[in-house]
């Protein structure tokens, strides 16, 4: 299913129907100026202006948490700078710390890229955790910063 988008970012209040079954599925971050899709399957954050939006995206592609960071249209950089590639579910919750993402439902395809999310950072012994409780996804450190 990888790789996917780890940010969408738009100002319709509404999607046509590919674009949103391309995104069922996915954990991203989303940012909205004006409405929102109802549809989208994660919940957005909203913003006043365009400028608020590109500044704050900004803001989030600049964050490292646990010795990882972003290194976008690759995946992510690890401490000992080995990049891992695949891991748009992961992206998206990084630039969503520390609030992370509410998605609309937790439906099975979620739960599964939730899962995916936990075994890579397992896998590549990272300092960080997926948490999950009702509607909402976190990546939260659990050793050094």
């Not at 995104?23 to 929102?36: D, N, S």
């Not at 995946?75 to 891991?87: C, E, N, Q, R, S």
């Not at 609309?104 to 899962?115: C, D, K, Q, S, T």
Request: glycine letters at 8%; charged letters at 20%.
């Amino acid at each position: 299913m990888d790789p996917g988008p780890w940010v969408v970012a738009g100002g319709e209040s509404a999607l046509p129907g590919p674009a949103l079954d391309a995104l069922r599925g996915r954990l991203f971050a989303a940012h909205w100026v004006q409405e929102p899709p109802a549809a989208l399957p994660v919940l957005p954050m909203r913003h006043p202006s365009w400028r608020e939006l590109v500044d704050v995206l900004e803001q989030r592609l600049a964050v490292r948490l646990g010795g990882v960071r972003l290194a976008p249209g690759r995946g992510l950089v690890l401490p000992d700078g080995a990049i891992i590639t695949h891991t748009s579910s992961l992206e998206g919750l990084l630039v969503a710390y520390p609030d992370g993402l509410e998605v609309a439902r937790m439906e099975p395809r979620l739960r599964a890229a939730v899962r995916r999310a936990a075994l890579t950072l397992e896998r590549h012994h990272l300092p960080l955790k997926v948490v999950s409780e009702d509607c909402r996804v976190a990546v939260v450190v659990t050793g050094p910063r």
